[in-house]
């Protein structure tokens, strides 16, 4: 009884998405690894350089201090490398296995973003985002489409993106996702978001004199009121008029309005 | 001075002699003012944006204004500055530093720098044809297609030709420095004894052999797209509707695929000669050999050749699939692991030295710390999971203004290290000091804030109110940068007459062999002949050339003079190949050993020239305007008259009578400049073959043979034309072999035969091509022309290109049998042999054509 | 190499020529697409080698030019091999 119940739940809220580990979560771990790893060694080899470039100045003496360590070059000879290799490979070694072992690091997570939270747990809103100069077009599974991305709150979020005519990208910075809309391909990339409130998407592939302002809004709403606004959006509709407010003399192509529901 | 010996070239002070030279000094010398002319010109858009930047919005430029700033901006410094100003050192220091007197083809250089400067014109002119090209440096598809560009576009396709001279001139110039640097080393001098400046361009130009023949087919597909209407970055034929099943769903990622290809080899390209220049200033001016130099060689060695394996990192959103993902994120990583290990190389140089702060060294040090810090940022860019995010924004407009700006950083540093070779005149040190403060300053004002703004999307002037600060402080950064050239400029200027006369060497400690001769350098550069035999630098007497010499049968070389010539074309994009193409012909003119070297010509000028007019034409014929269409025509007749002019005129670039000429040392120049320009060659149409490849597959391969290709596309022409080809390369053989036998008739017979059947290749063509505009049938009832779909774009372009190959052998046939007539040849069929290579690539590039064309 | 030699090359490189032609009139090409692809691919590869290694001589001169021509080569699979995969 208890098990029905669950997976009526389920269906009907499917409220998992707040378990899941946001990809902004495992944006904002790496970066922060990264960044503090990058300034330490950033600090420590310039601090190194610096070292031994002020350390081993010319005082202007007469007298080679190292006279009796290095040979000096000299004109008109042969090109040769100079003695102290191996401390190059000392300090090769350690940064190569720095460098390597936090790449290693990162690719488990990367398989995480590539394929998303366990599907057959996690059932996703699925969403197709058309890009055009210059706006967005969302579609819901229900044909519904629109200019601004309404999403439940604590729910997986699957977009599949394309383009109807150059190549965009689309973005939502402060729920860190982000995929190319290239014409004629599709790309996917997931997210959810577990704090209600309106963010921007912005396109971030340069495509025309109306790119800067291609922005569009994105409200993540309490699941229920999206239940609500969604019972209530049956089937296509008019696109919005918003976002194009920009198109200066170009050569206009029309958004594409599209018809049937895909799936 | 030797003023006397400059044979025909008028003086210094004279300004013909600029027009004339071939010299590779003055060569150097004119790259490096053209350049800095183009870091001012690009320069200045940039002020332009920043200030734009300063707040947000577009009231300065407006969005148009702005989205062309942008791109030029980009285009020019990386295309027309940075490797052109490397490669004024290049020219004027890599014979000086291998001890050669010049390069191995004189008058193709000066073509290089000829095309380079037209096409920074036409860059120029391409402003003033309504807008210029406005998205972004990396061209993406289709926003780079005509549809997509306001009003007429023709500044774009302005651009997109410029783009394709400049390519014309890399190419010249990369098999240019190949075989000089292959067939003209001082004696005892092996490949890794090269200094390193030496070393690290001969990387860089293996780099741009291969990496800009990727870029010349994008490049001649996209004007082809421009200018002949077919389709390959567009992604539906007729531009208002998309439907769901595209005409050519591969169009986008094409372009990023052939652009990053050449793409990411090219930020090497950009870099290696600022690592050559820091590694000579950290060695001189430490007092230290580079420590590790076996090491920096190899790392060096495996970043040219891994770099044409990691290009996918620029393209990790685009959906392709994890297994490649991963792929370049390992070679990614790959790559950045031997730059460690030169920078730890450059580090431990100055330890136990002897380091003085002069102004070289000072922009050298800055150089690598600011290299530093782009290579550590580069690195977050290689965790795909971070870059998903830094894709599109300041983050990367910050690490790559870190690493190629260092770069330029080192080639200022360069600047101030080869100065008083190149003018035998010291500036002031203490305002060179006061430039590299006020420049690593400004640098680091611009671009750090950059990191710290790094959420803004990039190319967008509307950013979030939080950021306005670190956009402020980056603009105030960009004129205090700007500022610091003023000193420069000034400082470097006014020396030229109040500087102090420094010797041979002012520099302590250096050793490269420039540093041996006067500054600046004689004409012929060294005052004997070169030679590292005895394991330190020698000037060899004539005499004791000539014992040596004796008897060897590999003294061809000695007394040998060749003839570096041009030949004409169509004048259409493959001119300046042609040129490269037509070095075979007119090889090797027997002439007394005693012969002077040529230095002087103004063909080069004069081909550039009416190359320049006949781009500017084509821009405009797709308008149909009179003007435009007379300026390709007259441009096209004088490209041909020149190219003739060039190839008929004497000129003298003798051989090395002793050089290092290891892993060629049989192979004779003209022969391994064709060989190294056929090797481009390879990569041009193995671009154009892996478009079509792309396309397809994305497609879908099968169903493209039923839905795009009409049925009356048959596989006879093709079969009948490779018969043809074929046929004709045997010829060739054989007139080889007639004319090493001295038979003057056969000779000629078997080269009119050549000629005969490439004329009935291209006419069987012709006919096939005829027909297939003009079916009607159900499925194509305005027949299959070239923008009917991808595949008929494919076919006609791919194909069209070979023609063209065929259409200047067949020119360059002609003019050989001509002269075959009149007795050339006999008994030296070097000529016919290196007509023959060309020939006969073409005729290999047919026999891969020929079945994925016609038959599968 | 003599007249003789080459003609022999010719006479190889026409009929594999015909070879490739008959593969498709015997309607491999739609009966077993990929099998005739394979067989007409390395079919011109062995012409190209053929011609490459005769009339360009290169069996004759120093490896490192056939080196050269094989960089080139690769450069240019690789492109058009890692691309074609990323998309399938
Ligand atoms: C230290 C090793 C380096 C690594 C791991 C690295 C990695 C990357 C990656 C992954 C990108 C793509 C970013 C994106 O668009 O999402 C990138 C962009 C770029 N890198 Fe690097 N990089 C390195 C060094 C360099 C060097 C030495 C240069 C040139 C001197 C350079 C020049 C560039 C340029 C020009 C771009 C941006 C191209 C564009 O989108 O306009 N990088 N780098
Ligand atoms: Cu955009
Ligand atoms: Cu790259």
């Known amino acids: 009884m208890a098990g029905i119940m669950v997976t009526l739940t389920a269906v009907v809220f499917p409220l998992h998405g707040g378990d899941v580990r946001a990809p902004s979560a495992v944006f904002n771990q790496i970066f922060e690894v990264f960044l503090l790893l990058g300034t330490a060694v950033g600090v420590v080899v310039v601090a190194y350089t610096m070292y031994h470039a002020l350390k081993y100045r010319d005082d202007g003496s007469e007298e080679d201090p190292y006279a009796d360590k290095v040979e000096r070059p000299e004109m008109g000879e042969m090109p040769t490398g100079g003695t102290g290799g191996r401390k190059v490979f000392y300090s090769f070694s350690i940064s190569a296995i720095i460098v390597v072992s936090l790449i290693a690091w990162t690719y488990s997570q990367l398989l995480y973003i590539e394929q998303g939270p366990d599907p057959a747990q996690e059932e996703a809103l699925e969403i197709d985002v058309e890009g055009y100069r210059f706006g967005w077009d969302f579609i819901y599974p229900n044909g519904h489409t629109t200019n601004t991305l309404r999403v439940p709150q604590d729910r997986v979020v699957r977009l599949r993106v394309t383009s109807t005519d150059v190549f ?19 790309t996917s990339a997931w997210f959810t978001a577990n704090e209600t409130g309106t963010y921007t998407a912005k396109c971030y592939e340069l495509c025309g004199s109306g790119h800067s302002l291609m922005t569009t809004e994105v409200i993540v709403m309490p699941q229920d009121e999206y239940e609500n606004w969604y019972a209530e959006t049956e089937g296509p509709t008019e696109t919005e008029t918003a976002a194009n407010e920009t198109g200066g003399g170009d050569h206009q192509i029309a958004p594409a309005t599209v018809g049937g529901a895909p799936a | 001075m030797s003023q006397e010996h400059e044979h025909g070239l008028p003086p210094k002070s004279s300004v013909s002699r600029w027009f004339l030279t071939t010299n590779h000094k003055d060569i150097g010398v004119l790259y490096l003012i053209t350049a800095l002319f183009f870091l001012l010109f690009g320069g200045v858009l940039a002020l332009l944006f920043r200030l ?12 148009m204004g702005y989205n062309q700033a942008v791109s030029t901006h980009g285009l020019l410094m990386v295309f027309w500055f940075i490797s052109p100003f490397a490669f004024g050192f290049a020219n004027y220091l890599v014979p000086l530093q291998i001890g050669a007197d010049d390069l191995a083809f004189p008058r193709l250089n000066a073509l290089s720098y000829w095309l380079y400067l037209f096409s920074g014109i036409l860059m120029g002119v391409s402003f003033f044809q309504g807008t210029t090209f406005a998205g972004g440096w990396t061209m993406y598809a289709p926003l780079n297609t005509p549809a997509y560009i306001p009003g007429e576009g023709l500044g774009a396709t302005s651009v997109v030709l410029a783009l394709i001279m400049f390519t014309a001139a890399v190419t010249l110039g990369s098999v240019n420095f190949l075989t000089t640097m292959y067939r003209m080393r001082a004696e005892g001098l092996r490949m890794r004894d090269i200094p390193i400046f030496s070393l690290s361009i001969n990387l860089t130009v293996w780099m741009m052999l291969f990496a800009f023949a990727a870029l010349l087919a994008a490049l001649m597909i996209l004007a082809s797209d421009h200018i002949l209407g077919t389709t390959y970055f567009q992604y539906s034929i007729d531009g208002t509707t998309m439907a769901t099943d595209a005409d050519n769903p591969g169009a986008s990622l094409l372009w990023a695929h052939l652009f990053w290809f050449f793409g990411h080899p090219e930020v090497y390209i950009v870099f290696f000669p600022a690592l050559g220049v820091m590694a000579e200033c950290f060695q001189t001016f430490t007092g230290r050999r580079l420590v590790g130099r076996k090491w920096f060689i190899i790392s060096m060695v495996l970043v040219a050749l891994q770099s044409f394996v990691v290009w996918m990192h620029h393209m990790f959103l685009t959906g392709i699939n994890l297994p490649i993902k991963t792929i370049f994120m390992a070679t990614t990583i790959g790559i950045s692991l031997p730059f460690d290990l030169m920078v730890f190389s450059l580090i431990y140089t100055m330890a136990k030295g002897r380091v003085r702060f002069t102004t070289p060294f000072l922009f050298s040090l800055g150089a690598l710390i600011l290299f530093i810090i782009g290579g550590i940022t580069g ?75 790094w959420e803004t999307p990039r190319r967008v002037f509307v950013y979030p109110e939080g950021l306005q600060i670190w956009h402020s402080m980056a603009t105030v950064g960009g004129f205090v940068l700007g500022a610091s050239f003023l000193i420069m400029f000034y400082n470097l200027f006014v020396s030229l007459w109040r500087g102090e006369d420094v010797g041979p060497n002012p520099w302590e400690y250096a050793t490269s062999a420039e540093w041996a001769v006067s500054s600046p350098p004689a004409l012929e550069n060294f005052p004997g002949v070169p030679s590292y035999a005895t394991g330190k630098l020698e000037f060899l007497d004539d005499e004791t050339v000539a014992e040596r010499t004796e008897g060897t049968p590999g003294a061809a ?57 006949t781009f500017l034409g084509l821009s405009g014929v797709r308008t149909g305007s009179v003007f435009y269409l007379s300026l390709a025509t007259v441009g096209g007749i004088g490209t041909f008259g020149s190219l003739l002019g060039m190839t008929r005129e004497p000129f003298h670039a003798p051989e090395m009578a002793i050089a290092e000429r290891w892993p060629f040392e049989r192979v004779e120049k003209m022969k391994l400049g064709m060989w190294t320009f056929l090797a481009s060659d390879i990569v041009l149409f193995g671009a154009f073959i892996g478009s079509y490849a792309f396309v397809r597959v994305a497609y879908g391969w099968t169903a493209w043979h039923h839905d795009l290709i009409p049925a009356e596309h048959v596989t006879m022409p093709g079969l009948i034309n490779t018969y043809l080809l074929l046929t004709s390369s045997f010829l060739v053989v054989i007139a080889m072999v007639a004319a090493e036998r001295e038979s003057k008739r056969g000779t000629v017979a078997a080269l009119v035969g050549t000629f005969a059947l490439g004329v009935g290749f291209l006419i069987n063509k012709g006919l096939e091509w005829q027909h297939l505009f003009h079916i009607h049938t159900e499925a194509f009832p305005n027949g299959w022309n070239l923008s009917t779909n991808i595949a008929s774009s494919t076919f006609y372009l791919t194909t069209g290109l070979h023609g063209a190959h065929v259409t200047i052998g067949l020119i360059i046939c002609a003019y050989m049998t001509v002269r075959a007539w009149n007795g050339a040849y006999q008994g030296d069929d070097r000529a016919i042999e290196y007509f023959g290579l060309y020939w006969h690539f073409v005729d290999i590039v047919w026999l891969f054509l020929f079945p994925l064309f016609y038959i599968l | 190499m003599d007249w003789k030699g080459y003609t022999v090359i010719y006479v190889v490189l026409f009929a594999f020529a015909t070879a490739q032609a008959v593969v498709e009139f015997t309607g491999l090409v739609d009966s077993a697409y990929w099998v005739a692809f394979a067989l007409i691919m390395v079919l011109s590869v062995v012409k190209a080698v053929g011609v490459a290694a005769y009339y360009q001589h290169l069996r004759w001169e120093p490896r490192a030019v056939t080196y050269l021509v094989l960089g080139g080569t690769v450069a240019a699979l690789a492109l058009t091999g890692a691309a074609a995969y990323s998309i399938l």
């Open chain 2, 557 to 613: 070389a000695h007394g040998h003079a060749a003839t570096d010539g041009g030949t004409a074309t169509d004048g259409g994009a493959v001119t300046a190949r042609a040129a490269a193409t037509a070095t075979a012909m007119e090889p090797a003119h027997e002439v007394g050993g005693e012969e002077h070297a040529s230095h002087a010509s103004f063909w080069p000028f004069l081909v550039s020239l009416a190359g320049f007019v």
């Open chain 2, 52 to 63: 734009e930047l300063i707040t947000s919005g577009a009231d300065l430029l407006g969005s």
């Open chain 2, 379 to 453: 690195v977050f860019l290689g965790a795909i999971v971070l870059d998903y995010q830094f894709r599109g924004t300041y983050w990367v407009v910050a690490h790559f203004h870190y690493v190629m700006v260092s770069g330029a950083t080192a080639l200022f540093g360069g600047l101030y290290y080869w100065y008083p070779k190149i003018t035998g005149k010291m500036y002031n040190q203490t305002l060179g000091k006061i430039q590299f403060g006020v420049y690593f300053l400004g640098f680091n004002l611009l671009y750090f804030p950059m990191f710290l703004a």
């Open chain 1, 168 to 186: 965009h990208n689309f973005g939502i910075p402060e729920l860190r996702v982000k995929t190319d809309a290239v014409p004629g391909q599709h």
